[in-house]
């Protein structure tokens, strides 16, 4: 490379975000810098170097480059050195900052850098004050309280000067210290009018806002500690070099009862402390970490990614606390052994003890409140029936049987339960009738559980209870346990066979000995075990035998009416299963009974196509509904409100589906915030879409769950693009292109890499941008997309062109004149080709005419607005035509670039850019005619100055 293309790297690499590749690309230059004989260029990429390697997380590598600059500034001056003086005088700050945070540097080391930075701002008749300011701070990380109030005072009455730290750095430490003296509304106040300022610090304002965590919470501020800690994290959740800020952030969250939102801290960062950039931020990290660890269950696992030797692995939190406080406590002892005192190990025991303190503050934005883990029962607590069940104390045997039985009939199972257990303390030990202990039997099924781990238990029992009819004998009994027993049997693979014969032969013999309400009932039941072996037509053909009697009963028709609707739904038959869960949701409300009601409102919430309506029915059924149901209320109102536009209320719904899916330990968490993520988007709250987006990433990777994880972080990519945070958005998108490496991904790599010179290109980094869109045209190739591979390689060269690389931007030119050879030709093409290659032809001029090959610019766009017209892309044309107008001035044609620039004038909305740029070639044609007169009218009608 030539000495001008390192020195347009050296550019570029200033202009990228810090961190790895940063470093990596800067690293790469101080190697070809090294090798060539420019030493400017050397001088020059090692001062950059200092910075990113702070601020990328590398701070000992800055010790290095700063010292290189430094010995080549002072053995051999040169003219080139004099730019670099402020910002050699200005690294002396960092210098010492990160000294005081390696333990193995002597203290000695770093007094005499502060030496050599108070001897060299007083000879620039610079002021002290920086000086005092990082005098203090050593003070302070010694813990010698005299000195650094001695060293604050001097801080505080020295003037402000260029080298002072900015208008948000000073005040942040300023509160720092006020906080270590207990002066919380002093650090408050001194504070406010820091933040209503502006303040453009690349540590602002997210450095002063963490220092704030502590008084606001001390002073009652809730909201403002809440606000301070979203934003703070937002900024610096990204950046290695924030782990210490990070791990202030941790605090905080353990300290306000924030423990669930402390361990996805602490998951989401902790490999970091395997590169942490300093011992000390390591230190505070792991400090923070085995504090919050401490909050929840010993037994619960960690995931910790792979790091060299180490395997990614769940680690339980109680060993993983252990470490953690073992590894801080660890590197106390290592800083008070090189400062000769015990200040750093009583400040890691104080944190190592952190636990909540005062009122809970709700800090996450998926979790509205604190999430209570449920107790595990075994069973959901019985729903309330609308009437109590009285047991009469007077009844006999059979009273108490048949009362049971109604109850079970009509879903109440509370007086099903009271009934049975009054039975069992009156006559549980008399010898009564075998039809009478018979009877008991089969209500037992009605007691138990029918889930998982219940089904095996009540297959027993109704096997009990069959043999136990057979003997009586009551053959319409027996067969009607025996299709109860059906239903269970085909729950299970192995014995699905024998489940769907007995239910069948129960529905035949009940169709020819039984009433209306057991023929209807047999044909039911045979209808769910086809469900449980999802044979969706056949059981609609038990459901319609059933639905014929089965008005006998009207709870039994409620249920056959729930049934149907379900197994609709599965056959997708939408008009139908509309109608069916419309019914459903009448009968359940005529019998009020919550249960199901409320399946059939869900039901009926998915069936209609009126999100309102779905609303409606959630709404109605929450009223009644039992607390294990209001997961899928919630998450069906959630997603009904989305589709209604009302994004803001379905927030609500959403992250109280998050917080009762954390409460009842379901998996699908992470999905839900999936969903949270993208209703904060659309509601416009995009630093809490953010925040939950990141949960709902770091969920999804572990649970193995790769596609949606990857379509999530497509999700957060334009979510932080949304907030003008736009190298976390490029870093997910890096990790987006990497994670869809394989053939199939093709199409979404190229769209992803599309996507990121897009971002690069709006921000001005059109170097970069070019690469992006480059790879993006290769993979569009490969993956077949002609029209595609085109865009990109147009994009491609219209950010090579604005890079001001005019070489490359000219070589770019063979590419996409080979994506338009490769597009098939014909008359008949799509709009979309005829935009892309007018757009191509368009792009490929503006290049030309850097070269002043005007001709064949012109060349390139004739007929080109015509073709845009074709398939109205009106402006598109008009921009070309604006650009022919340019083109036929620079090549003396003014007339012809009148002709042309008159009428495209008149049809552009007055006052728009491309109506001034076609007025000002317009006047200038009119000029070079001699038209003065005619030219300073068009300028004067458009707002353009004479000159």
């Known amino acids: 490379m030539t000495d001008d293309d390192l020195w347009r790297m050296h550019h570029e690499i200033e202009s990228m975000p810090y961190g790895p590749g940063q470093i990596a690309a800067l690293e790469q230059l101080l190697r070809r810098a090294d090798a060539g004989d420019d030493r400017h260029l050397a001088f020059a990429a090692r001062v950059t170097g200092t910075t990113a390697y702070v601020y990328g997380g590398e701070p000992a590598k800055s010790f290095v480059t700063f010292s290189w600059c430094l010995a080549e500034y002072d053995k051999d001056p040169q003219p080139y050195h004099q730019r670099y003086t402020h910002q050699l005088l200005w690294f002396f700050k960092y210098m010492v900052n990160a000294m005081v945070k390696f333990p193995e540097l002597p203290l000695d080391r770093t007094y005499a850098v502060l030496d050599d930075m108070e001897r060299r701002y007083r000879d620039s008749g610079h002021s002290l004050q920086a000086v005092y300011k990082h005098r203090y701070l050593v003070a302070a990380h010694l813990g010698d309280d005299e000195a650094a109030e001695q060293w604050y005072r001097k801080w505080m009455t020295t003037p402000r000067d260029a080298l002072s730290d900015c208008a948000g750095c000073d005040p942040t430490t300023q509160v720092a210290h006020l906080v270590r003296h207990g002066r919380h509304e002093e650090a408050v106040a001194l504070a406010e009018p820091v933040l209503a300022g502006r303040l453009t610090c690349s540590e602002q304002p997210q450095g002063i806002l963490t220092a704030l965590l502590t008084p606001y919470r ?45 361990l996805e801290l ?22 923070a970490a085995s ?34 406080a073992g590894t801080a406590t660890a590197l106390a002892e290592r800083f008070d052994a090189r400062n000769g005192t015990t200040h750093q190990s009583g400040l890691i025991a104080r944190k190592l003890a952190a636990g909540p303190v005062g009122e809970h503050l709700p800090l996450s934005a998926s979790l509205r409140r ?19 069940v009285t047991v009469p104390a007077d009844a006999g045997a059979d009273e108490l049987l048949a009362l049971a039985e109604e109850c079970w009939r009509t879903n109440r199972r509370d007086g099903l339960v009271a009934a049975l257990r009054a039975y069992d303390e009156r006559f549980g030990d008399a010898d009564l009738p ?50 109860r027993l059906g239903v269970l049997l085909s729950m299970v693979d192995e014995s699905a066979d024998e489940g769907l014969a ?28 086809h469900v449980h072996r999802e044979r969706w037509a056949e059981a609609l053909d038990a459901l319609d035998r059933a639905e014929a009697d089965a008005d006998a009963d009207a709870w039994l028709a409620g249920r056959v009416a729930l049934h149907r609707t379900h197994v609709l739904e599965q056959l997708e038959r939408a008009e139908e299963f509309r109608d069916a869960a419309a019914r459903s949701r009448r009968l359940a409300g005529e019998l009020g009974d ?34 294990g149901a209001h997961l899928p209320l919630r998450v069906t109102r959630g997603r009904a409100l989305m589709a209604a536009d009302r994004a803001g209320e379905a927030v609500e719904d959403l992250a109280e589906a998050v917080t009762l899916c954390v409460e009842q330990g379901l998996e699908g968490d992470a999905l839900l915030r999936w969903e949270l993520a993208e209703a904060y988007r659309v509601a416009g709250r995009l630093a809490e879409a953010a925040e939950v987006a990141e949960e709902a990433v770091l969920g999804l990777d572990r649970a193995g769950a790769q596609a949606e994880a990857d379509r999530c972080r497509h999700l957060l990519s334009g979510i932080y693009a949304g907030l003008g945070e736009t190298d976390l958005a490029l870093a997910v998108l890096d990790t987006l292109a990497e994670n869809l490496d394989g053939p199939d991904n093709l199409p979404h790599r190229a769209q992803v890499l599309e996507e990121s010179g897009g971002l690069l290109y709006d921000a001005d980094r059109d170097a970069l941008a070019a690469q992006r869109f480059a790879a993006a045209a290769t993979a569009w190739r490969l993956a077949g997309y002609q029209v595609d591979e085109l865009r990109a390689r147009r994009r491609e060269l219209l950010a090579l062109h604005w890079s001001g690389d005019l070489p490359a931007a000219v070589a770019a030119i063979e590419r996409v004149d080979e994506a338009l050879a490769a597009l098939p030709a014909g008359a008949d093409e799509p709009p979309v080709v005829t935009y892309e290659r007018a757009m191509a032809a368009d792009a490929v001029a503006r290049v030309l ?13 004739d007929g080109v607005p015509e073709r845009l017209r074709s398939i109205e892309a009106f402006g598109e044309a008009a921009q070309v035509e604006v650009l022919t107008g340019e083109l036929l001035l620079r090549d003396g044609r003014p007339e012809q670039a009148e002709g042309l620039l008159g009428p495209v004038l008149g049809g552009l909305p007055t006052g728009s850019r491309p109506a001034t740029q076609a007025a000002w070639l317009l006047a200038r044609a009119l000029d070079e005619q001699g038209r003065e007169a005619e030219a300073a009218k068009v300028r004067a009608d458009h707002g353009i100055e004479e000159g």
Not at 266 to 285: G, K, S
Not at 293 to 308: D, F, N
Request: include cysteine; aromatic fraction near 4%; hydrophobic fraction near 45%.
């Open 370 to 388: 604190p999430a209570v883990p449920a107790p595990r029962t075994g069973s959901e607590a019985p729903v309330a029936s609308a009437q109590p």
């Open 291 to 324: 504090a919050a660890l401490r909050q929840m269950p010993a037994e619960l696992t960690v995931h910790r990614r792979a790091s060299g030797e180490r395997p990614a692995a769940d680690v339980p939190a109680g060993v993983l606390a252990d470490e953690l």
């Open 266 to 287: 602490v998951e989401r960062h902790l490999d970091w402390l395997d590169r942490a950039p300093t011992p000390a931020a390591a230190m505070h990290f792991a400090a």
């Open 849 to 861: 005419i850097g070269e002043d090959r005007l001709t064949a610019a012109l060349d390139r766009v």
């Open 218 to 262: 001390e002073t009652g501020r809730g909201d403002a500690a809440r606000d301070a800690h979203r934003e703070a994290y937002r900024r610096v959740r990204g950046n290695l070099a924030d782990l210490w800020d990070i791990a202030d952030q941790v605090e905080f969250c353990t300290v306000t009862g924030n423990e669930a939102r402390a």
């Open 434 to 483: 075998a039809t009478t202990r018979a009877w008991r039997l089969e209500l037992r099924a009605g007691e138990l559980s029918q889930d998982d781990d219940g089904v095996p238990v009540a297959i027993e029992v109704n096997r009990e209870a069959l043999a136990a009819w057979r003997e009586v004998p009551d053959p319409l009994r027996a067969q009607v346990v025996a299709g």
């Open 594 to 627: 919550a249960e199901m009601l409320t399946g059939a409102c869900l039901a009926y919430a998915r069936a209609t196509d009126d999100p309102a309506d779905a609303v409606a029915a959630c709404e109605e059924a929450l009223s009644v509904a039992p607390a």
């Open 502 to 529: 007995l239910a069948r032969e129960s529905a035949d013999y009940l169709t020819g000995h039984g009433g209306p309400r057991d023929r209807a009932a047999g044909w039911d039941r045979l209808a769910l075990a």
